[in-house]
């Protein structure tokens, strides 16, 4: 059911404020502990709109975590916040207890990946798109990539402008995998795709949180959202105005949709 609480910073078990969680695909030979993403007190404004105000939230590590609302509640920008493509008029974004803008941004955005829904692509030729940021990444590699997101073996040499919105979307995921990011966000990553096809992020999502990864996912597929996340944060008109467990997407509550 949907829980409305008061403006608080809300951390479930397993993000900072509760216990730590470990990430077994990222130890190098290293116990690492990773908390997530804290949010405090951010507010986002472009001249005199208020894109998001005064957001209080934990993200943990480990899960997937969704974002809901209407259009224009503030979901992208929430998302672009988490890599440093949007950054807070006041408040301070923190991963695993750092505040991120004293992090090196390539880094940044190496171990967060943002896939768009609009999607950027950057070279001519695909197996050149899932090598942006690998160019060293050899093609039996990509080819399983491309396979992940549901793009068979013969995009491999096909040029990215024959592309459509939803396949030009999916080789940004992979180009996204390729540097093997700890953390996703995902925007509106199903919106162009039918629903066997839609099935394939399903599975990827569930598979990146499996193996330590997390994933914050921005989608109105009620579907997707209820088989892969945990927890739900709702936006209104930038406020976040409660939070839902993933059962209560399944069943379709009201209120979240």
Do not use: W
């Amino acid at each position: 059911m949907l829980e409305h609480r008061p403006q608080n910073v809300q951390c479930p078990d397993g993000v900072q404020g509760a216990h730590s969680t470990i990430c077994p695909r990222y130890l190098s030979g290293t116990v690492r502990r990773v908390h997530g993403f804290r949010l405090d007190e951010v507010t986002v404004t472009r001249g005199p709109a208020s894109l998001l105000a005064g957001i209080n939230v934990c993200i943990p590590a480990g899960r997937c975590t969704a974002v809901m609302g209407a259009s224009g509640a503030g979901k992208t920008t929430m998302l672009r916040l988490l890599n440093r493509l949007t950054e807070p008029t006041t408040g301070r974004v923190l991963l695993d207890g750092v505040p991120i803008a004293e992090l090196d941004v390539p880094a940044l955005r190496r171990r967060v990946g943002l896939v768009s829904q609009a999607p950027v692509l950057l070279a001519d030729r695909v197996l050149d798109e899932v090598r942006v940021g690998r160019p060293d990444l050899p093609d039996d590699r990509a080819g399983e990539l491309l396979a992940r997101v549901g793009l068979a073996p013969r995009f491999a040499t096909r040029t990215t402008g024959e592309l459509s919105g939803g396949e030009a979307q999916r080789l940004c995921l992979a180009r996204s995998l390729a540097v093997e990011p700890e953390i996703l966000l995902l925007d509106e990553p199903t919106s162009a795709l039918d629903g066997p096809t839609a099935t394939v992020i399903g599975v990827l999502v569930r598979e990146h949180v499996s193996t330590g990864g997390t994933v914050v996912l921005v989608s109105h597929d009620h579907g997707l959202i209820g088989s892969v996340a945990e927890r739900v944060l709702l936006l209104e008109h930038g406020h976040l105005v409660g939070t839902a467990r993933h059962d209560s997407v399944r069943c379709g509550v009201r209120a979240v949709t």
